[in-house]
């Protein structure tokens, strides 16, 4: 999308034009010559300023218009810390040929922390020549500005000024605070639920990096149209955060794009965010690997896709922190055509991801090892337990999501055999449906784990609506007929256990009850594996074929008369083998 003054521009040159987009240019280089001369060209094609932002990944991120001796220019980061350097470089043309930076240029370049600004001149239809500056150091709160001298634009030093971009992002804090409190932002709660529902999103809040300063509950039957809460309350809400000094205001439900745009009207400059948009950013911080990355990025793209306005995005919410990270957070500003290119792109390389934990998953079949799979509620103490049965040494935080990619490690029993736990995302109140469809694959492992434990906090006082949440999130996947063991975690911290026929209390922490919770898993597997032992004569050798293709042989001896294996099988394959061999010939081992 081209932004900007664009009256009277025929539209065949914005489409050339918003190729630009598709250029993915070195991160080692400032801007080649070749980009400032087609600039240049179409500057002196419509005689308007022309501004381009460059990440330092060597994304083009914006393309706008102006007139023809400015250009308007957005405020945007790319980094939470608005004291820091925004990590975009600006570039803009100058019609008449003069590539000086003009003071209000520079001016621009201080307030809106630019990694560098650098004006092109253009005539005849070519650069003339270019000249950029970088900020310095913090003398009395203002920046000092290094500027060079003009060049031609053939001769541009790429690697002296993106040397130069990092000796800036070094020095622009200098004589500026940089504790915790500087970048945590004051955060104001909404919802229309419950003061509980309310005190779980306070949660997420805090766990995104915010502080909470206000809440406000409005009991309604369902979210006003225009302002979720009406425009009564939303006036009301505006004084409140003013009074407040918050700057993020978080809703308990997902706003639609007018609700956003409306709220963003009334509340005067204060950032509006909903609960969806705030569970995609703690999944942007928790992401770790490739895959997990990927699925954020998609459910954040298509988060975003119903809520464009405009011209592309409401930019009004990219200016950095909560709701803007995330290996998303460059591609919000793409029109639809270019979200749905890249949400394509995305799918392909998740299902490739997808295929290559198939063949995994295929290998530990063909092993015959049964896999148990851990979920329940968002820091309910899964991460804990996998530890503690497995030394796993998985991070266990008390936050919501500190687990976000699936982690597999091997179980052993007391008594002999083994099955492989698969730690799971946690589920929360109002999952978000783009959320669930992205890691679709992902949760695929609780699809098709042989037994599921779910794992409930025992010292919460929502223990069972929680239970009943995991149970829903688990009917929406298709896993709702699967073997389960209810296990009651955190008893540590309860002063009595709660009355749930079935259900095994333990504490992943202290390590009680989990001598029960191993026996309890051995027996519901016990249709699936268990170990026996067979003596199999040396004249019957094929038999031996058979167990190591549908069981997993754990050990042979050779005997004068035979051959005698031991190995995980089911009930079935022992069936087999009693028919060829006698009863005497096999048994299961305790």
Known sequence: MIYGNKEGIRDSLLAQMETLYDLDLSPEVFAPPELLDVLAAFTCAINREISVYISRSGAILDITIGGQRSVELKDMHLRRNNKRLSMIRCIHTHPGGNPQLSDVDLSSLRSMRFDAMAAVGAANGHATGIQAAFLGECINGINKVLLTDIIPVKMLPQRA?????????????????????????????????????????????????????????????????????????????????????????????????????????????????????????????????????????????????????????????????????????????????????????????????????????ARREKNKVPVVALVGYTNAGKSTLLNKLSDAGVLAEDKLFATLDPVVRTVKFPGGGEFLLVDTVGFISKLPHALVDAFRSTLEETLLADLLL???????????????????????????????????????????????PGALPISAKTGDGLDELLDAIRVKLSGVQKPLRAEIPYAQGALI??????????????????????????????????????????????
Request: charged share 30%; glycine share 10%.
């Open 545 to 590: 074929a058979m167990l190591h293709k549908d069981a997993k042989v754990t050990g042979e001896e050779y005997t004068d008369t035979g051959i005698v294996v031991t190995a995980m099988a089911d009930d079935e394959l022992f069936g087999r083998l009693s028919a060829k061999l006698g009863q005497g010939a096999v048994s299961w081992l305790q």
């Open 454 to 500: 779910i794992v409930s906090d025992g010292s919460s006082d929502e223990m069972l609506h929680q239970h009943d949440v995991v149970l829903e999130v688990l009917a929406s996947l298709g896993a709702a007929d699967k073997p389960v063991i209810d296990v009651i975690n955190k008893v540590d911290l309860m002063d009595s256990l709660p009355q749930w």
């Open 161 to 361: 000024w993106m040397d130069a971009i990092d000796r800036a992002d070094g020095e622009v804090l200098i004589g500026v605070s940089e504790s915790n409190d500087d970048v945590r932002e004051r955060a104001y709660l909404v919802g229309l639920d419950s003061q509980k529902s309310l005190d779980e999103l306070a949660r997420l809040a805090e766990t995104a990096g915010a502080d909470v300063v206000g809440y406000m509950l409005q009991k309604k039957t369902r979210p006003d149209t225009a302002t979720y809460i009406g425009s009564g309350k939303a006036e009301e809400l505006s004084l409140d955060v003013q009074a407040r000094d918050a700057d993020i205001v978080i809703f308990d439900d997902e706003l639609s794009g007018v609700q956003i745009r409306n709220l963003e009207d009334v509340l005067r400059g204060a950032k509006v965010l909903d609960r969806t948009g705030l569970i995609l950013d703690i999944f942007a911080q928790r992401a770790q690997s490739r895959e997990g990355r990927l699925q954020v990025e998609l459910a954040q793209m298509s988060y975003q896709l119903p809520r464009l306005m405009g011209h592309g995005v409401s930019m009004s919410r990219l200016g950095g922190g909560i709701g803007t990270r995330g290996p998303g957070e460059t591609r919000l500003e793409m029109d639809r055509r270019r979200i749905r290119k890249r949400m394509g792109d995305l799918r392909k390389e998740i299902d490739e991801l997808g295929n290559q934990r198939s063949l995994r998953r």
